[in-house]
C-alpha cells in the first residue's frame, strides 16, 4: 500500500467511505460466472462484457509473455505419454459408520479401521461458544478450562499426568471434545471422558489461576489483528445475534465467574442431549455397544434451548 501504518489505521476508515471504495471492486469481479470453481457456467448477457474484458487482459499477457521468448525450433513431440500404462479404476466404498442411539440423547458414530494403529473420539455437544449468557460472554470458555483442572476420579494434577502418561491426547472447548489414544486405551479413555463430562472439580482454589490465564489470552487476541478483525466482522454482521459473541468473553465478565456459575453452566450445557460422539480406528478387539453403555449411558442431562 506503501503506507507503513496501513496495519494501525485500515480498520479507522469510515463506513460509508468503505462502501464506495468496495462497491467498484464488488461490481466488477464478484460476480456468479467468476467465481474460481470446477464448474460450467452459462454466461448472462448482463455479464458478457466480463468476459470479453477479461479474455482481452489474458490475450494480451500471453503477448507479452510469449513475444519476449521466440521460439526457435519446431516443439519435439512426446515420447514418454506413449508408454503410460493405463490402469482401470478400482471401485470405491465410501467408509459407512455404524450407529447407535442411547436413552439419554447421544448419537455414536463409529467406524472399524485396522490401518490405524490408535483411536480417535470426537464428540460434539449442541451448545458452542454462542450459547454464552449475553453478559457472561466466555463463560463457556472458562468452564472448559477448569473441566482440565481435575475431576473426582483424577482430581488436581492427576488428570493431565494420567493423560500424558497414557500417551493420549486430549482437548476440550466450547462445543467439542477431542480425545486420542493408543488402540489399547480405549476403556481408559472412555473412563476419563465420563469423569470430565460428569466429575469436573470446578476448584475454588484454582479458579484464579484460570481467569490470570484467561485474561492473558483475551489480551493476545485483541493484540493480534488477524484475529480481532474477524471478531469486528461478527460483530457487525451479526449485530443482536448469538453469532456475533466472542468465545474469549470479556474481560470485566472473566473477572466475575464464579464456582457456582461454572457448575450452573456446566448442568445445562454439558448432556449427551442431542451430543454426537464419533469413534475411529482399530476397534477390532472392542464390543463398541456395551463399552458405550458402560461408561456413556449412565451420562445424563436436560435437552438444550435454542440460543436465540
Known amino acids: 500500500t506503501g503506507d507503513p501504518e496501513y496495519l494501525f489505521n485500515y480498520m479507522n476508515t469510515s463506513l460509508d467511505d468503505l462502501k464506495t471504495e468496495l462497491k467498484p471492486i464488488l461490481d466488477e469481479y464478484f460476480v456468479p460466472s467468476l467465481m474460481n470453481k470446477g464448474i460450467v457456467l452459462p454466461v448472462g448477457a448482463s455479464e458478457e462484457r466480463h468476459w470479453k474484458k477479461n479474455q482481452e487482459v489474458s490475450d494480451e499477457e500471453d503477448r507479452r509473455v510469449l513475444g519476449a521468448r521466440p521460439r526457435a525450433e519446431e ?20 467408509p ?46 472458562f468452564m472448559t478450562e477448569m473441566t482440565t483442572e481435575g475431576t473426582k476420579k483424577y482430581p488436581g494434577r492427576m488428570l493431565a499426568e494420567t493423560i500424558e502418561a497414557s500417551g493420549m491426547g486430549f482437548e476440550i472447548f466450547p462445543g467439542e471434545v477431542s480425545l486420542g489414544m493408543l488402540e489399547n486405551d480405549l476403556e481408559k479413555g472412555l473412563d476419563i471422558l465420563h469423569d470430565v463430562l460428569v466429575n469436573p472439580e470446578f476448584n475454588k482454589k484454582v479458579l484464579k489461576k484460570v481467569e490470570v490465564k484467561l485474561l492473558t489470552a483475551l489480551k493476545n487476541f485483541w493484540d493480534e489483528p488477524t484475529q480481532f478483525s474477524t471478531q469486528l466482522i461478527k460483530e457487525y454482521i451479526y449485530k ?55 461408561y456413556l449411558g449412565p451420562w445424563s442431562g436436560p435437552i438444550v434451548s435454542e440460543p436465540y
Open 75 to 94: 516443439v519435439k513431440g512426446g515420447e514418454q505419454v506413449k508408454n503410460v500404462n493405463v490402469k482401470k479404476s478400482k471401485p470405491f466404498d465410501f
Open 240 to 294: 443482536g445475534h448469538p453469532y456475533s459473541k466472542n468465545a474469549l468473553g470479556k474481560k470485566e465478565a472473566i473477572k466475575k465467574v464464579s464456582v457456582g456459575a461454572l457448575q450452573d453452566f456446566h448442568k445445562k450445557t454439558i448432556t449427551p442431549q442431542d451430543s454426537i460422539l464419533s469413534i475411529v480406528g482399530d476397534l477390532r478387539n472392542y464390543d463398541i455397544e456395551n463399552l458405550i453403555e458402560k
Open 96 to 141: 459407512k459408520a455404524s450407529r447407535i442411539e442411547l436413552k439419554n440423547g447421544l448419537t455414536v458414530l463409529f467406524y472399524d479401521n485396522p490401518n490405524l494403529p490408535s483411536i480417535h473420539l470426537s464428540l460434539d455437544f449442541k451448545a458452542k461458544y454462542y450459547y454464552d449468557p449475553i453478559q457472561q460472554q466466555g463463560l463457556y470458555n
